[in-house]
């Protein structure tokens, strides 16, 4: 038996220490992994970083507050990727961004469990990251690159600019399950336009410059750059063996055209990490990304380079120049 007295003082103990102790407790706060093949320092991915993190500060996201990223770059050494990945599954990340199809495989064979959301991947249904568009039913989801007749788009704008071009090369990237589907559609494409393709591999960037050999023995009169992750990395070194050749280029991305390509038609890459983080705020309040649908491209801008086109001694039409979304003095 104890006295009223007694019993009190240990129930109001009880009571004052109960919400210290949950006071104690702290929050866990969500971590979100960013798997690249590149390293940080690279201009193009603090560019995308950029617009994943304006994005996830409209949506309320402070890093070191209420939100941490660990970020994952394999400094172009594709090599790196799984132990990068083994270490944010270590990590107990709450989501994985995963950049380009490279990472995103690697992401995949890492965990079933924790969510992946995939940016700048041309053609996740071939590459065999989602069963459908509308119902990835998986662990991943994300955004798609190329829509299927991007790149018939391409080759009819270097058909408008250079009217009597006969033989394209095709540089492309067979270890790329997404470069297959571009370049059926590219043959499709070029059946109908009534031009002859060249295409060229590149398995890595040792290849490119036994390509452009290539293409200069066979007389092509124009280059199509398909939309590959290590195209992209060694876009400088292609636009200059491109202006060596004297070849009009174009391709999906205008970080090439930036870097001397003639012509860039695709998608905005920067909108794909802006998106990326409207998939990861879905994901952290609870949604799962088998039953978010994967976004495909509805927009899509030209940018041309008019220096690379007086270097080449050509007038873009103005019925080019006037759809034009950026254009490179």
């Keep these: 038996m104890i006295d009223r007295r007694t019993f009190l003082a240990g129930t109001g103990a009880v009571l004052l220490a109960a919400p210290l102790a949950a ?22 991915i603090q ?15 402070v890093e070191g507050q209420n939100i941490a990223i660990e970020y994952r770059g394999a400094e172009e050494k594709y090599e790196r990727l799984p132990d990068l990945v083994a270490e944010l599954v270590r990590l107990k990340v709450d989501v994985i961004v995963a950049s380009g199809i490279t990472a995103t495989q690697a992401a995949q064979q890492a965990t079933k469990t ?43 704008l270097l058909r408008e600019v250079v009217p009597k071009v006969s033989r394209v090369a095709v540089l492309w990237n067979p270890a790329n399950p997404g470069n297959p589907p571009q370049l059926r559609e590219a043959e499709v494409a070029a059946r109908v336009l009534g031009v002859r393709l060249q295409p060229l591999e590149a398995h890595g960037p040792s290849e490119i410059d036994r390509a452009f050999v290539a293409m200069t023995r066979e007389r092509a009169g124009a280059l199509l750059v398909l939309a590959d992750a290590m195209l992209n ?15 009009p280029t174009v391709s999906a991305f205008g970080m090439h055209a930036e870097a001397g390509g003639l012509m860039a038609y695709g998608t905005n890459l920067l909108d794909q990490y802006r998106r990326a983080a409207y998939y990861v705020d879905k994901i952290l309040k609870g949604a799962k990304p088998a039953d978010l649908p994967v976004e495909q491209p ?29 254009v490179i003095q």
């Design 23 to 44: 006071e104690a407790q702290p929050v866990r706060m969500p971590r979100v992994g960013f798997l690249s093949v590149r390293s940080r320092s690279d201009p193009q």
């Design 47 to 61: 560019l995308q970083l950029d617009a994943f993190w304006q994005r996830l500060r409209e949506l309320g996201y």
């Design 114 to 156: 924790i969510p992946i959301v995939m940016a700048g991947v041309n053609d996740p249904i071939a590459s065999g990251l989602v069963t459908s568009v509308a119902r990835p039913g998986g662990n991943i989801t994300g955004l798609s690159l190329t829509a299927p007749e991007l790149v018939g788009k391409q080759l009819q």
């Design 233 to 247: 990395i060694e876009r400088k070194r292609i636009a200059d063996l491109a202006a060596k050749s004297r070849l």
């Design 298 to 326: 509805t927009n899509f801008e030209l940018v041309i380079n008019l220096k690379t086109a007086k270097a080449l001694g050509l007038t873009i039409p103005p019925s080019v120049l006037g759809r034009a979304d950026e």
